[in-house]
């Protein structure tokens, strides 16, 4: 890896930045499938359009999140008890990104059929996701609350020698 100056964090900047970006990838997400079961159980049709948006937007920004995510993962340097965590994170992450876009277009396609009507099925599918989504938080809060991952006490562990 090239000579990169790392800061306290075992970052080039100031603070991790996946968090933030799939923080908001995680609110469209949810937000858009909110919107949708809203809209079939209330006949509020607008809602649809908005969650259209919200995943065509989601779609995009997942890979952000990504790219983030692999950058700072390896500048985590992360010992051996994290790895299983971080690799299922990882995996899922991945995933989700190909899962996103499936849905997506699979809206796409239902929108273009009739933007005013959403399917049963594609809202099990929607409610599914979040659940896949909130398993995705929960491995990512463990990385960070349990092992440490670009905290500062880790971090100085980790360039001494001395990480669990």
Not at 22 to 43: E, K, N, P, R, S
Not at 134 to 160: C, D, F, I, K, M
Request: glycine residues 6%.
């Amino acid at each position: 890896m090239p000579d990169l100056h790392l800061n306290d964090h075992n970052l080039p900047y100031p603070d991790t930045i996946h968090p933030i970006i799939v923080h908001f990838v995680i609110a469209m997400i949810v937000f858009a499938v909110l919107c949708d079961l809203i809209a079939y159980f209330t006949g509020k049709r607008r809602l649809l359009e908005v969650s259209w948006w919200n995943m065509v937007v989601a779609s995009v920004a997942i890979f952000f999140a990504i790219i983030f995510g692999q950058f700072e993962a390896a500048l985590a340097q992360p010992y051996e008890a994290v790895k299983p965590v971080l690799q299922t994170h990882t995996l899922i992450g991945w995933s989700l990104s190909a899962i996103v876009v499936a849905m997506t277009a699979w809206r796409g396609i239902l929108r273009l059929r009739n933007p005013l009507k959403i399917s049963p099925v594609y809202l099990g599918v929607g409610v599914l996701l979040v659940g896949l989504v909130s398993y995705q938080v929960l491995l990512g809060a463990r990385l960070v609350w349990v092992y440490g991952l670009h905290t500062v006490p880790v971090v100085e562990a980790t360039r001494n020698g001395a990480a669990p």
